[in-house]
């Protein structure tokens, strides 16, 4: 029977509060072979420390250019045959890789596996979970690979796929990974879906992805506003593809108005007038219609009383 392998990528920086707890639910995994790389971008806490309390990590530490030109270091080490993807303040649940492993040595052929994911808050001694969601299936595969939680941290995908196919475009500081997941839908990859959850996302506030604050607060609005941009900008890239599938087409045009709604009312709130008159330029593009639909949703944000979510 042949020996499978995961390498476990985590990118940090300043993680000291929580990567302990990521890298002890690697630990706790019960499969053979698994290794854990941590590409850290040169931590001035005491992440480092605790890194060395980890004798069989891979470490990296050094200046990178974002988070997944980090991953991307760190898969090119991996010596694993599959790749998983970890958060430093993110956790595997008990059996998320054994469910996986299991999967694959059941598919021998397989090239990626997805599972679903809870995310949670810290409360007291314990968590509670803010939401769930369940791996994809069929009949949702594009609407969750271009517009819902395509969420590549609870795939397990083949290195070898990362070798034919390119690793992850690290011009997109936060949209990456949709753009890999879309890249890798593009070119046949279909995962097969596991049953319950293999990933748990840990809500706070340092995070990028998963915070309570709104876009009010400047710093969420200056990352609401890039997370829009860059959404725009490969949308873009994708919508002017001939080739690309009807249903997946279906998908990215809605989209686009959306992403060029939440770049045009976070840049009005904050007075970054440029950006606002770029974003209905942006949204005009593709949706003649769209004048009307920024109007419709900004109408239901002024009823909620102008709240603007991440």
């Keep these: 029977m042949t020996t499978v392998t995961f390498s476990i990528i985590t990118a940090c920086l300043n993680a000291q509060a929580f990567v302990a707890e990521a890298i002890e639910s690697v630990v706790a995994q019960e499969v053979p072979s698994v290794e854990h790389v941590i590409v850290?971008?040169?931590?001035?806490?005491?992440?480092?420390?605790?890194?060395?309390?980890?004798?069989?990590?891979?470490?990296?530490?050094?200046?990178?250019?974002?988070?997944?030109?980090?991953?991307?270091?760190?898969?090119?080490?991996?010596?694993?045959?599959?790749?998983?993807?970890?958060?430093?303040?993110?956790?595997?649940?008990?059996?998320?890789?054994?469910?996986?492993?299991?999967a694959i040595m059941q598919n021998p052929n397989l090239q990626a596996v997805n599972g679903g994911y809870s995310v949670f808050e810290d409360e007291g001694h314990g968590r509670k979970i803010v939401r769930s969601s369940p791996s994809i299936n069929a009949e949702e595969f594009w609407f969750r690979i271009v517009r819902g939680p395509t969420t590549p941290n609870t795939w397990f995908i083949r290195r070898s796929t990362f070798e034919h196919y390119g690793l992850f475009d690290h011009r997109y500081r936060y949209a990456a990974d949709r753009e890999m997941m879309m890249r890798l839908a593009l070119s046949g990859i279909r995962p097969l879906s596991?049953?319950?959850?293999?990933?748990?996302f840990r809500q706070h506030e340092g995070s990028a992805t998963f915070s309570l604050q709104d876009s009010r607060n400047p710093r969420r609005g200056q990352i609401r506003m890039e997370v829009a941009r860059e959404a725009l900008n490969i949308q873009e890239e994708y919508l002017v593809k001939i080739s690309i599938p009807p249903e997946m087409r279906k998908e990215l045009v809605p989209d686009h108005s959306l992403s060029a709604y939440k770049l045009a009312v976070t840049a009005l709130y904050h007075r970054?007038?440029?950006?606002?008159?770029?974003?209905?330029?942006?949204?005009?593009?593709?949706?003649?219609?769209?004048?009307?639909?920024?109007?419709?949703?900004?109408?239901?944000?002024i009823q909620k009383g102008f709240g603007l979510h991440a």
């Excluded at 596991?194 to 748990?200: C, D, I, K, R």
């Design 272 to 301: 970054k007038w440029g950006l606002f008159l770029d974003a209905i330029k942006r949204g005009c593009r593709y949706d003649r219609l769209w004048p009307l639909l920024f109007l419709v949703l900004v109408a239901k944000r």
């Design 40 to 102: 850290d971008g040169g931590s001035t806490d005491e992440t480092l420390e605790i890194l060395k309390r980890y004798p069989d990590l891979k470490v990296i530490s050094e200046p990178d250019n974002g988070m997944y030109d980090a991953i991307n270091k760190g898969i090119k080490i991996a010596r694993g045959e599959w790749i998983g993807l970890l958060n430093a303040d993110d956790l595997y649940p008990q059996g998320s890789l054994k469910q996986a492993l299991d």
């Design 194 to 200: 596991l049953p319950g959850e293999n990933y748990l």
